[in-house]
């Protein structure tokens, strides 16, 4: 190694504990989490946190998790995850029980909210909790319009009131797809002034609302990309965390 590189900067691992969970939609369990080693961390807006489960056949892996919000006296997270399927990430949440530990480490995530005359923030139901975190944490006088593709009415959460919101529902149609966010977002009214842009979702359906995004006259270095999940594949095997039985 290079005596003179800089030090890899991760973020610190913690051992928690579940200390609640429970049900906010049919597909979106919150489940909070405790640990001392929590106390005093105020994570910024729409962090998250990396969990090191375990798979099917027992293999290590991480899933990411938004903190939808943090009591920092408390030493205490709330994860909402969503219940699509049976992969590690679902099935954890599915099964959250309090008393059950969980490791992992955080908080990690590179958005940082900086001022714009107003904010655009599109996902699907994955970014649920990030987008509602963002626009709790917006300034009021920065208006935030938000388009998020659920399932159905079912999915649909309350987001702060200063928030303008656009419910796409996909129904029957397959989730990850580009298509129907697309669709809203090229013909939205947006405020004028130069606004900020977000897209949180599957991987390359947000890579392709890029160019909506910019098409709409947001500037390519004022749009935030980050892919949650990947459409047909799991989120990778972790190999990092250690083996602690
Ligand atoms: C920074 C970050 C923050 C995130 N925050 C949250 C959060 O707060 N809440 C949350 O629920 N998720 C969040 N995610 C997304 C979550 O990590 C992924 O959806 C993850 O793949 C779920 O793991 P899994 O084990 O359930 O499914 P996997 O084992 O990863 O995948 C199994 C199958 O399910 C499909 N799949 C994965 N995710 C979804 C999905 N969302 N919808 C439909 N099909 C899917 C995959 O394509 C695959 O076919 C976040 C991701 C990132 C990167």
């Known amino acids: 190694m290079n005596a003179s590189a800089p030090p890899v900067r991760r973020s610190p ?7 609640m969970a429970g049900d906010l939609t049919p597909r979106m369990r919150r489940v909070t989490i405790r640990s001392d080693s929590l106390v005093g961390l105020v994570p910024r807006p729409a962090q998250d946190v990396e969990l090191w489960l375990r798979d099917d056949s027992g293999r290590r892996v991480k899933r990411r998790y938004t903190i939808r919000q943090a009591r920092p006296d408390l ?3 709330d994860l909402d995850v969503l219940l699509h399927g049976d992969g590690p990430g679902s099935a954890w949440g599915a099964a959250a029980a309090p008393g059950d530990a969980v490791e992992f480490q955080g908080p ?5 909210l900086s001022s714009a005359a107003w904010h655009l923030l599109a996902g699907d139901e994955s970014a649920l ?3 509602t975190a963002l626009c709790e944490a917006l300034p009021p006088h920065e208006p935030a319009v938000a388009v998020i ?3 159905d009415r079912a999915d649909e959460l309350t987001l702060p009131a200063t928030a303008q919101v656009r ?3 996909r129904a029957s149609s397959d989730p ?3 298509e129907l966010l697309a669709a809203v977002l090229r013909e939205l009214s947006l405020p004028p002034g130069a606004g900020h842009g977000y897209l949180m979702g599957e991987t390359r359906a947000m890579v392709t609302l890029r160019s909506v995004l910019e098409a709409r006259g947001i500037a390519h270095e004022a749009i935030f990309v980050k892919g949650y999940w990947n459409l047909g ?3 990778r095997i972790a190999g990092r965390a250690p083996d602690r039985g």
């Open 13 to 19: 691992t913690h051992t928690a504990h579940v200390i």
């Open 75 to 77: 030493g205490e997270l």
């Open 108 to 112: 990690r995530g590179k958005l940082h």
């Open 129 to 131: 909790p990030a987008i």
């Open 149 to 151: 593709e659920v399932r």
């Open 167 to 169: 419910w796409v529902h």
């Open 176 to 178: 990850g797809g580009p």
């Open 233 to 235: 594949r799991p989120d």
